[in-house]
């Protein structure tokens, strides 16, 4: 798989990115009680190319880094392969005390100790990009910097991010920090394209910030064929892409990621199926061409509008 530089950073990374938020299954299924089926899923994407791990302190409360943590222990060697992320700032209700509500926390004792549980979860003596996983309201910028100089000069983090940052709330917390941020991992595809249109990747490309994109299929929206019953844009969306898919002899999947992956910001869509032969599938969007034309016929669809 080609890689791309991650930001302003002297890190590499894979075109596309794996996401572990579904590892650990979904109720009922075999993977919520066997890590097996998530360590499959993970060896599939390390096969297919991918070197670019994204996961979150709270993903299945903190089972998907456990079960990456295994994977890793059991392959000496993967580790320095690979570039592993993950995001922390998200408390649950009741933790740490019954009457919490969920919230969001970035005061510097809770993301110490949040680093903290992630390293341990994955084996890790060091994680290559952490992230804020969403804005904290009471985010107080020079605090958060304070706490990102400290992990980078203990070790134990070498990048850092945000995800679903405003651009003023990424500008704001970059003018506290000492080095540049180098990711705003946002929710983009064609039934989400927001981020085309609010500035988000006007602000990645001026400073030189690598775009992440989760859910790039809409969850597997995008993959459902376009039946009657779906609203008017998102039929139009399905149906030129599976239109598209077809004449080019590729998926819809595949070509929904090659849409993101042609946007000259460098987006490196998220991918995840905890599908083996879809994960194999899906690393290939970077060889599917797409040109302007075809691009814009996309654009237009999830536009929802002839564009003026
Ligand atoms: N920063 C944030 O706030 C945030 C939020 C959400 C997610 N994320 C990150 O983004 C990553 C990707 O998100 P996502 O999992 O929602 O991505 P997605 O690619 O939009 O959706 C994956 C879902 O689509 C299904 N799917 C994919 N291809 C399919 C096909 N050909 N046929 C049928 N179903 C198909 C998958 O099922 P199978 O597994 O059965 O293939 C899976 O349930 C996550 O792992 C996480 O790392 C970040």
């Not at 075999?30 to 096969?47: D, K, M, Q, Y």
């Not at 003596?125 to 309201?137: A, N, S, V």
Request: glycine share 8%.
């Amino acid at each position: 798989m080609l890689t791309r530089p991650l930001g302003r950073s002297p890190l590499h990374v894979s075109a596309l990115a794996y996401g572990g938020w579904r590892l650990a299954g979904s109720e009922g299924s075999p993977a919520a009680t066997s890590n097996e089926p998530g360590i499959r899923a993970l060896h599939a994407a390390v096969e297919a190319g991918f070197t670019f791990f994204d996961f979150a302190d709270i993903y299945a409360g903190g089972r998907c880094e456990t079960i990456f943590g295994e994977a890793l222990r059991a392959s000496p060697g993967l580790r320095n392969r690979l570039i592993i992320a993950t995001k922390c700032g998200i408390r649950r209700p009741g933790d740490n005390h019954p009457d919490a509500p969920y919230r969001y926390d970035f005061s510097r004792p809770y993301l110490l100790q949040s680093v903290e549980g992630s390293l341990q979860r994955m084996g890790l003596t060091e994680i290559d990009l952490l992230m804020l996983h969403r804005p904290d309201y009471l985010m107080d910028p020079a605090e958060v910097a304070g706490v990102f100089a400290d992990l980078r000069q203990s070790g134990k983090v070498r990048e850092f991010g945000v995800s679903n940052f405003r651009p003023s709330q990424f500008a704001a917390l970059q003018q506290a920090c000492p080095f540049p941020l180098v990711v705003n991992q946002v929710e983009i595809s064609l039934f989400r394209p927001d981020c085309l249109e609010d500035g988000t990747l006007d602000q990645c490309q001026e400073r030189g910030v690598t775009p992440m994109a989760w859910s790039p299929l809409a969850r597997g929206a995008l993959v459902q064929p376009p039946t009657s019953e779906l609203d008017l844009r998102r039929r139009a969306v399905l149906t030129r892409l599976h239109q598209l898919a077809q004449a080019k002899g590729v998926t819809p999947a595949g070509l929904a990621l090659a849409w993101l992956l042609r946007h000259p910001a460098g987006i490196i869509p998220i991918v995840g199926s905890a599908n083996p032969q879809r994960i194999a599938e899906q690393a290939e969007a970077g060889s599917i061409p797409l040109s302007r034309e075809e691009w814009y016929q996309l654009m237009e669809a999830a536009h929802g509008s002839r564009l003026p």
